[in-house]
């Protein structure tokens, strides 16, 4: 139950008790003054008026009763209201807990695979560096021949990535066509590249 909530319970209730004691209090300022009456009247040596007469009940009106049914209705309404927010706020709070916890393991897992994807990306680029130096160090017809085999733009990749003598050690050793097709490739990879 929140502390809203609480003081206001808290407010009608007081409110439902004043009320009520103020008609005890009332009801009782009434008794003594008819009971004082009916003593001073003996007092003078008058005979009561009502003798033998039972005496008068004190009772509750109906109205009262229903104003009282309706209080003790309005606050069952309201503790059931009050059960019912304090059920949402457990749900919501062990929503907000499950959330955290998938957040987390989502960050975990986002932080594994960029180490993952790091490593990898590292290891491509170290096999393609250390392929890159094997053809380097080969004999320049062997290494044309190999390349005469590849995809243009894998063997581009190499190219460019290779000194430039040992380049064009290869490309002189490639027939006409495939040096032709090579150098195109080389040359158009970066023609879209801003200029400045």
Known sequence: ??????????????????????????????????????????????????AGAPAAECTTEDDLHDMLKSFQARE?????QEAEI???????????????????????????????LTIADTAAESDVARLTKVFE???????ATL?????PEFAAGFLGRMKPEAAAGILAGL?????HLFSVVMAGRNAGAPKQ
């Not at 069952?76 to 059931?80: E, K, S, T």
């Not at 160090?137 to 290494?143: R, T």
């Not at 390349?147 to 995809?151: G, S, T």
């Open 1 to 50: 139950m929140s502390g809203a909530a609480k003081r206001r319970r808290k407010k009608t209730m007081r409110g439902v008790l004043t009320f009520l004691a103020s008609l005890l209090v009332l009801s009782a300022v009434l008794r003594v003054g008819s009971d004082a009456g009916r003593a001073w009247a003996r007092a003078d040596g008058a005979a009561p008026s009502d």
């Open 76 to 80: 069952a309404q309201i503790d059931r």
């Open 86 to 116: 304090a059920d949402r706020q457990q749900a919501q709070k062990a929503a907000d807990r499950q959330i955290e916890s998938k957040l987390a393991q989502l960050k975990a897992a986002e932080e594994k695979l960029r180490s993952t």
């Open 137 to 143: 160090s080969m004999k320049s017809k062997e290494a």
């Open 147 to 151: 390349f005469e085999e590849m995809e």
């Open 175 to 179: 027939s006409p066509q495939s040096a």
